[in-house]
């Protein structure tokens, strides 16, 4: 297994400019999620989905979109980027929402100037 | 969530234990307990958890204090490659909020050769 995948590794977007940051899992688990960590923080939870057409907000969904359109997929969409998106991103999966263990991937590094 | 205190910073040298605190003193009963781990530019990951019994795995132990407000994560034998954030949180066993992590500061461990 490859476990959670993210593409790009590193990012570098204009002020309003939109991009869509990739997350892929192959390990057929229900719940996924997206957390940013700004320097010096811990994790802070966007968005996440229990499950294929299933999305909620997390602490921080102001400015993302999500969908879920298949259970290996969950991308995190920015709608026009902003100095205060600069973060790394992670995506994280579990079998379910119930599952303690949360596999996470290699984030993103996104800088927004 | 209930809250936890970390120390910022600890230090161990290689091949001996390390024990690393968190109290959690308004830790309720259906609280469990989950230790995950950030290593250098990479996501967190899952190490332990448990509920009111001390736990085991191949990583680490989790020792949990009769009254739950606090635990020690116990690392029998660091290595340097058990450099690494160390986050203690707190998860509510129940509903559709028990997916999301929330994280702290956590412990920066050194370990040294």
């Known amino acids: 297994n490859a476990g959670v995948t993210q593409t790009p590794k590193f990012q570098v977007l204009k002020t309003g400019q939109s991009m869509t940051l990739q997350c892929a899992q192959d390990?057929?688990?229900?719940?996924m999620s997206w957390y940013r960590q700004d320097p010096g923080m811990g994790l802070r939870l966007i968005h996440y989905?229990?499950?294929?057409?299933?999305?909620d907000q997390g602490e921080v969904p102001n400015g993302y979109n999500v969908s879920r359109s298949t259970t290996e997929d969950f991308p995190l969409r920015l709608l026009s980027a902003a100095p205060s998106q600069t973060s790394v991103y992670f995506c994280a999966s579990s079998y379910s929402i119930n599952t303690y263990e949360q596999y996470f991937g290699p984030g993103t590094r996104l800088t927004v100037t | 969530d209930a809250k936890t205190t970390q120390p910022n910073s600890m230090e161990s040298n290689e091949e001996e234990p390390v024990h690393l605190p968190c109290n959690h003193s308004t830790i309720s009963g259906t609280d469990y307990i989950h230790w995950y781990r950030q290593l250098p530019s990479q996501g967190p990951e899952y190490v332990i958890h448990g509920l009111t019994s001390n736990v085991n795995n191949r990583m680490a132990s989790l020792a949990i204090a009769e009254d739950r407000k606090s635990s020690t994560l116990i690392l029998h034998r660091a290595t340097l490659r058990d450099a690494a954030v160390y986050y203690c949180?707190?998860?509510?066993?129940?509903?559709?909020?028990?997916?999301?992590?929330?994280f702290g500061q956590g412990t920066i461990l050194t370990v040294h050769p």
């Open positions: 390990m057929n688990h229900e719940y």
């Open positions: 989905s229990v499950g294929a057409g299933i999305t």
């Open positions: 949180i707190l998860k509510f066993a129940g509903g559709t909020s028990y997916g999301k992590l929330t």
